[in-house]
């Protein structure tokens, strides 16, 4: 229906005329449609030539957004992306971050989950799940399988956020599948993009979800409009009654119908609009080429030969000739397209949709090498569905097989080239490339594709000159010049290549020696034009892969400027050929066709290897192998009557071995599944440019070995005396890590050391590696080395001194107690209660010899008695001096208090002071055990390379818990002793119990913030001398004065000297 109005449309007639206006009414200045995109697409194909204005109410697909293919298009509604970007700014400004998908499956739908991934996960969010519509799928078609698959999604605890992106038509599909399978929906938010026109009690699953529509206003007057439409008014509209019945739900004749009355609402009726059939006209084999100098023309003779080599061959098409035209473009797109015309109508005068020659059948077009052209050719040939086959890169945006669904491409893809481009600059290790492209839709994949790919060997841009007419290109090419990258990619066509060298001859600018890098398919010229030509000496250039013509050197042999008599280039060609003419000149030799082309003036390589014969000479094998897949499936005598869009199924399927013994077969988007060859440029002092092969990428290859290359074979510009080294920051050498500059490219980095702890042993890496915790780095941070065990041992010089300090203690201690022992029933010994003097002694040998169980190796038994034993023997020499100074306070004030206080005495309270005191401290070490005891470990924090094998105290607060316990008992020691100070000399003990008092708690509380500040075998070292120093405290306060008295002045130690006052 769509093409009929179209047709009808341009021909004002029902009867259509294609590319005739047979009324003679109104002149057709727009079309306006929609509101689908496929709608417009096929509208936009059958307008296109005719360019009349055609104006789209709906979303636009983004490929039809090229100005190029469709010049009179355009959208009356925002561009696609924005109603994408829409909905993620949506979600972001929620914060929502866990959003399900549901889209259309196609090109359409596609797009919205790539974009809407990347900008929800720009705002730290996630797609959930991902559901894609059939685009083709009816609703009688919808399966159990697509209902249940639908049901599991939403049935699982999942995301509460979905966005529905579709067309009414997808709406429906999922209305009709959650009622038909009784799918109950949990709370959900949608975010609809439309609304389809169904039942409103379908929509309640909708309730309180989020819609975005185009911005809209009432539209003037149209309220009014509406209220004085009648159907009579418009006699020649066959939907004016239709839907006044199904507005009112009546019928003419039978019941009348009012019409629309006030407020009546009626969305409009457009005509739905579609794509025109192809018209088929019978012609013959065609080429169209760019140029026919005398570098191009050997691609035309190889094309010659592959036609003529087929026409001979017994297997291939027997009983079947092909025959050929070939059209010159002149660099015209306009003239090539007046060439297809030509083929198209059989005649010199064009008649569109006609062909008024009789003759052989138009089968193939084969043309290249620009985009542009193809791009042209394609426009015209796609309505017809004649096959295309183009020799040059094709624009992956015209690589849709809906828009252009017969043409080939004979080369491999642009995106296989510029991967080979980024697989070779892996290759090397270059990290700093500069790239100059065409400032096009062209250059811009290739800067997007080419740093997405550089960046995963680690490379950066170092600059992007996007080659513009209107550029200042000389403060470019200064600009060029002072940047540090020595490699850089010419990436664009062969007259980008043609521009940049004239810039570079006209300018007079001496370029620094550069590794280029080349992907045009230009033909260097026999002898340098320009003096800048030398600059690719030692460049690497990728062209697509090809191999010697078989018969094409003995073909260039027998070929004779005769044999073609209506082709007038041919001898033009012989005479630059041969520096001959064919006139009688007396300066030149004079051109007789019998010479030889082989021995030419031009290279070897230009005859036999031109730049694009392969990729000609494959293109004809491929038509001539569908052509005789084609025959092979009917009779010799229906050929004729056959259809050129025939053997696009044939070609799509093709695969077979040309004759130089090369797979040939297309991918799925149309384009040869070949290779590209890697070929070295190396200039001669004749200023001749040969091209050495040094390499070779295949796509297709095994991973690991895409990329040959003979890095031998290439000889690098004259500056590079071998292997060119690119970077923006020198490799960080092992024991420094990367820092990314600020604002500059990831490329561009500073080496810092790495921190302590870390090494980082290989060249150029990322971030430093943490050493385990038995090992260290070393002193060059570039190697783990493993610690070495350690603990406080006896032949440690400071275990050494403790030891020492600690048998010398408890061996004086020994002696103090074997004096008392020795002299008890002295007067000075009884006057200080023996029992409680002896308690104390015992208890401070006890603390000295504990000490020695914090030296040496920690085990399990060791680590459970240090401390222990240390805290109850400590326990026991606090509440005996407690217990001392009691008995001295009670001693004076006894007397005073009375008969029953000095029984009390007598009875042992002494006694049980010290026994109380101990059992306190015996239940602390008791929870101690029970709950987390102290246990050996190996320490490998505090010492950088040593391993301290330690006791760890278990529960830190019960150790300080007995450490706080002592302190009160040498706090109450110390009030009770100061408040006895004023007691008679002689009897005074409770001085020296003050002083012992002071210097233990001095000890401890020093030794608390030195505990806790220490680690390893400093803090074991740090409480041992705490244990000694408080105990020689107690010993050399309490026990000095009386150890003197008894050796030294024995005359004070009788009763007359200790009564005295």
Request: contains cysteine; glycine residues 8%; charged residues 15%.
């Amino acid at each position: 229906m769509a093409q009929g109005g179209i047709w009808e449309l341009l021909a004002v007639t029902r009867k259509v005329v294609p590319n005739y206006h047979c009324g003679g009414g109104h002149k057709l200045i727009a079309v306006i449609e929609g509101p689908t995109a496929t709608l417009s697409l096929g509208i936009a194909t059958m307008l296109g030539p005719y360019q009349h204005p055609q104006l789209s109410y709906g979303l636009l697909n983004p490929a039809l957004r090229s100005k190029v293919l469709f010049p009179a298009l355009y959208g009356m509604v925002p561009h696609e992306s924005f109603l994408l970007s829409g909905i993620a700014r949506l979600i972001q400004h929620f914060n929502w971050r866990w959003v399900g998908l549901m889209a259309s499956e196609d090109d359409r739908g596609e797009r919205a989950v790539e974009t809407l991934a990347r900008e929800i996960g720009n705002g730290g969010g996630c797609i959930a799940f991902t559901w894609m519509f059939k685009q083709s799928i009816n609703y009688d078609e919808l399966s159990f399988q697509k209902g249940r698959e639908l049901q599991g999604i939403f049935q699982k605890p999942s995301a509460n956020v979905t966005v529905l992106y579709g067309t009414p038509h997808h709406m429906m599909i999922y209305l009709i599948l959650s009622t038909s399978y009784s799918i109950w929906m949990r709370g959900q938010v949608w975010i609809l993009t439309t609304l389809s026109e169904v039942k409103t009690s379908d929509y309640m699953i909708f309730h309180g979800s989020l819609l975005l529509v185009r911005h809209k206003q009432e539209i003037p007057g149209f309220q009014d409009f509406l209220q004085r439409i009648k159907p009579r008014h418009y006699p020649a509209d066959p939907q004016r009654k239709r839907s006044c019945t199904t507005k009112w739900t009546c019928f003419y004749v039978v019941k009348s119908c009012p019409g629309p009355g006030v407020g009546a609402h009626r969305r409009p009726s457009f005509p739905f609009l579609g794509v025109g059939l192809p018209v088929l006209i019978p012609g013959v084999l065609g080429a169209a080429t760019t140029n026919t100098d005398v570098n191009t023309y050997p691609q035309l003779l190889a094309f010659v030969h592959a036609v003529e080599e087929i026409n001979r061959s017994p297997h291939l098409l027997p009983n079947i000739s092909l025959g050929f035209h070939i059209y010159d473009s002149v660099f015209s797109d306009e003239t090539a397209l007046g060439g297809i015309w030509g083929l198209l109508s059989g005649t010199r005068k064009v008649v569109p949709n006609y062909h008024c020659g009789e003759g052989n059948k138009l089968i193939a077009v084969i043309e290249g090498p620009t985009a542009s052209f193809s791009l042209g050719v394609a426009t015209v040939l796609g309505h017809y569905r004649y096959p295309q086959l183009s020799y040059g890169l094709l624009d992956p945006a015209r690589r849709s097989k809906v828009l252009f669904p017969a043409l080939y491409g004979m080369v491999p893809s642009e995106s296989s080239l510029l991967s080979g481009v980024a697989r070779l600059i892996r290759h090397f290790d270059w990290r700093w490339v500069g790239l100059i492209t065409s400032d096009d839709d062209r250059g811009e994949r290739a800067v997007e594709t080419l740093a997405r790919e550089i960046a995963k060997g680690g490379g950066c841009l170092a600059f992007t000159w996007m080659f513009k007419n209107s550029d200042n290109r000389r403060h470019l090419l200064v600009s060029f010049q002072k940047s540090s990258a020595n490699v850089t990619v010419l990436h664009g066509t062969t007259g980008l290549i043609t521009d940049f060298r004239k810039l570079l001859f006209w300018s007079r600018i001496k370029l620094k020696g550069q590794v280029w890098i080349l992907t045009a398919q230009e033909e260097f010229p026999a002898q340098a034009k320009y003096s800048s030509l030398h600059i690719f000496h030692g460049s690497l250039l990728l062209v697509g892969h090809k191999r010697e013509i078989p018969g094409f050197q003995d073909f260039l042999q027998r070929i004779k400027p005769w044999h073609y008599p209506g082709d007038r280039n041919i001898k033009e060609f012989w005479r630059r050929a041969h520096d001959c003419s064919w006139l009688d000149a007396s300066w030149l030799p004079q051109c007789t066709g019998e010479e030889n082309l082989t021995n030419s003036i031009f290279p070897k390589h230009t005859l036999l290897s031109p730049t694009w014969g392969y990729s000609l000479y494959n293109a004809v094998y491929t038509v001539a192998h569908a052509l005789h897949a084609a025959v092979s499936r009917q009779p010799l005598a229906n050929v004729r009557g056959s259809q050129s869009w025939q053997l696009l199924h044939f070609l799509t399927n093709m695969n077979f071995t040309n004759p130089a013994g090369e797979d040939l077969f297309f991918d799925g988007n149309g384009d040869l599944a070949a290779g590209y060859d890697v070929l070295n440029l190396i200039s001669s002092p004749k200023k001749i440019l040969s091209r050495v092969p040094v390499g070779s990428f295949h796509p297709q290859a095994t991973l690991g070995h895409e990329l040959i290359i003979n890095k031998s074979a290439i000889q690098w510009a004259s500056g590079f005396k071998q292997l060119p080294y690119s970077v923006c920051s020198k490799k960080c050498l092992p024991g420094y890590r990367k820092k990314i500059r600020n604002g500059e490219p990831a490329c561009c980095f500073d080496c810092v050391p790495c921190t302590a702890g870390e090494v980082s042993n290989q060249s150029g890496m990322e971030s430093c590696c943490q050493c385990m915790e038995d090992q260290y780095a070393n002193e060059h941070r570039n190697q783990c080395l493993p610690k070495v065990i350690t603990f406080l041992a006896f032949d440690d010089s400071l275990g050494l001194t403790l030891s020492t300090l600690a048998i010398s203690f408890s061996l004086l201690t020994a002696c103090v107690l074997v004096t008392f022992v020795q002299y008890r029933d002295s007067p000075i010994v009884k006057a200080n209660n023996l029992h409680l003097s002896y308690i104390l002694l015992i208890s401070l040998l006890i603390c000295f010899l504990s000490s020695l169980m914090f030296i040496g190796c920690p085990t399990k038994g060791t680590c459970l008695l240090q401390q222990t034993i240390f805290a109850v023997a400590f326990a026991v020499t606090i509440s005996s001096v407690l217990a001392k100074t009691i008995t001295v306070v009670l001693a004076f004030k006894g007397p005073e208090m009375g008969h029953r206080l000095r029984t009390f005495l007598r009875n042992g309270m002494s006694n049980s002071v010290v026994l109380l005191g101990a059992l306190v401290q015996v239940l602390l070490c008791s929870v101690w055990l029970g709950t987390s005891p102290p246990f050996p470990q190996n320490n490998t924090q505090t010492e950088v390379r040593q391993i301290v094998v330690q006791c760890n105290e278990g529960s830190i607060g019960i150790f300080f818990g007995t450490l706080g316990y002592l302190g009160i008992l040498a706090a109450i020691s110390f009030t009770v002793a100061f408040l006895a100070r004023k007691l008679p000399d002689s009897f005074n003990e409770a001085k020296h119990i003050s002083f012992s008092m002071v210097v233990f708690c001095c000890v401890w509380i020093s030794f608390i913030p030195a505990y806790l500040s220490s680690q390893g075998k400093t803090a074991v070292a740090i409480e041992l001398f705490s244990i000694l120093a408080s105990s020689a405290g107690i010993l050399a306060c309490i026990f000095t004065p009386k150890v003197f008295i008894i050796l030294v002045r024995p005359d004070r130690n009788s009763k007359k000297f200790l009564r005295r006052k």
